[in-house]
Each structure stands twice: as structure tokens, then as C-alpha cells.
């Protein structure tokens, strides 16, 4: 079982709707996860982190953590085209005394005008 | 405040040479991390250093290696390269409080490598 799982995609969504993305991870004692958003050609860059069960905001983009169900997702409110990328998922990994964060293939997301 | 810095920016490189890129964190931030990106593998992790010491490695072969400097900049070496080997290299600095909280990292543009 891979650390950190994401659907590859792509996934596509009108422009205007609700997109998607989901992550599961293997290490029930991860602390923190990430969502980064990657354009094309450029550098990941961080869009959201969360540290609690639960829901966190951020202008149109919720993260909602299940630590039970070792389940994050990242939810894009009114998408726009300018939200087409890959988003990926990245958790810190406990399993040595430090941090190490793991990051998921990334999901392709193509929001279509 | 400064981002992430990687030199250079682009390289080619021929099968059989070595390589040496380099990372320059934002000040202020202690641990770096390596990851190299390929379309077929996605953003694999090397290792992380902080505090001049490797912490983390990755499953990669000995050809791969890394150091890190007092002023925190980290370099990044691949010995005897191989076609594989071609991929974006991508630097990523944090500021690894204790407690293993806030570990955003922060990516710098990347060195993309091709090796012929």
C-alpha cells in the first residue's frame, strides 16, 4: 500500500461547480496534510494546510480532514479554468523521530469553461 | 523575504557524468528537502537535512547524494548519470518547528535535468 493515494484523474468540471479531490494516507499518526497546487511546468505551491479533524475554509477552498477514516480532501467551490492543475496531497509521515513529508501522484484537474 | 532558490535552472547532462545543483532556503528555514519529479513517478522524496545533517532519505540509490551547509543552502549530487535520471529536481525549504507542526514547505522553481 502506497503512503499517500490520490485518484490520478483527470478529473473535469464545469466551470462553476464543485470539484472534488481526495487523498487517503497509510500512517494513522500523521499530524498535518497539505494540499498543494502544481500548474504546468511551474513549482508545487501550498494552497491549504490542515492539523484538526474536520473542515477549514479558505475562500472557496475547504479542506476536510477524517483522522478515523485517514481520509483528506480538498474541496473547490465555484471552479474556475484558472483552477486547472494538479493538485497534490502531502503528509507529514511519523514514522521516524522527524518530519518527512510524503506527497500523493496528484490528481489532474481540468475545469472546463 | 526571499523564496526557495535552485541553481541552475536548467542542465544537460550526458550518461556516465555527475551532476551538482544547488538549493538556497528562505531565510530563517533550517530543513531542506530533495524530490525529483517524473510525469510517470510524480514527486518522489530524496532526503531531507536539517541542521547540516541528513534526517530522511528516500528509496534511491547511492548515486544520490546531499550535503547541507551552515547558512542552511543544501546541494544535491547524482553521480554516474543515467537516462533516468532525467526529471525536475525540486528543492523544498521549511521550517520544521519542534512539536512536528507547521511543516509547510515551500518549493523553490526547480532544476530540470536531462541527461543524453
Known amino acids: 500500500q502506497k503512503e499517500v493515494e490520490q485518484n490520478s484523474g483527470p478529473l473535469s468540471v464545469p466551470e462553476g461547480a464543485i470539484a472534488s479531490l481526495n487523498c487517503t494516507y497509510s500512517?494513522?499518526?500523521?499530524?498535518?496534510f497539505f494540499w498543494y497546487r502544481q500548474y504546468s511546468g511551474k513549482s508545487p505551491e501550498l494552497i491549504m494546510f490542515?492539523?484538526?479533524?474536520g473542515d477549514k475554509e479558505d475562500g472557496r477552498f475547504t479542506a476536510q480532514l477524517n483522522k478515523a477514516s485517514q481520509y483528506v480532501s480538498l474541496l473547490i467551490r465555484d471552479s474556475q479554468p484558472s483552477d486547472s492543475a494538479t493538485y497534490l496531497c502531502?503528509?507529514?509521515?511519523?514514522?521516524?523521530?522527524?518530519?518527512?513529508?510524503?506527497f500523493g501522484p496528484g490528481t489532474s484537474l481540468s475545469v472546463i469553461p | 523575504k526571499a523564496g526557495v532558490t535552485q541553481t541552475p535552472r536548467y542542465l544537460i547532462k550526458t550518461r556516465g557524468q555527475q551532476v551538482t545543483l544547488s538549493c538556497s532556503p528562505i531565510s530563517g528555514h533550517r530543513s531542506v528537502s530533495w524530490y525529483q519529479q517524473t510525469p510517470g513517478q510524480g514527486l518522489q522524496f530524496l532526503f531531507e537535512?536539517?541542521?547540516?545533517?541528513?534526517?530522511n532519505k528516500g528509496n534511491f540509490p547511492g548515486r544520490f547524494s546531499g550535503r547541507q551547509f551552515s547558512n542552511s543552502r543544501s546541494e544535491m549530487n547524482v553521480s554516474t548519470l543515467e537516462l533516468g535520471d532525467s526529471a525536475l529536481y525540486l528543492c523544498?525549504?521549511?521550517?520544521?518547528?519542534?512539536?512536528?507542526?507547521?511543516?509547510?514547505?515551500?518549493f523553490g522553481q526547480g532544476t530540470r535535468l536531462t541527461v543524453v
Open positions: 523544498a525549504s521549511s521550517l520544521a518547528r519542534t512539536g512536528r507542526m507547521n511543516t509547510e514547505a515551500f
Open positions: 490542515i492539523y484538526s479533524n
Open positions: 502531502a503528509v507529514n509521515n511519523m514514522k521516524t523521530s522527524y518530519d518527512k513529508v510524503i
Open positions: 500512517d494513522r499518526g500523521s499530524q498535518s
Open positions: 537535512y536539517f541542521s547540516e545533517t541528513q534526517r
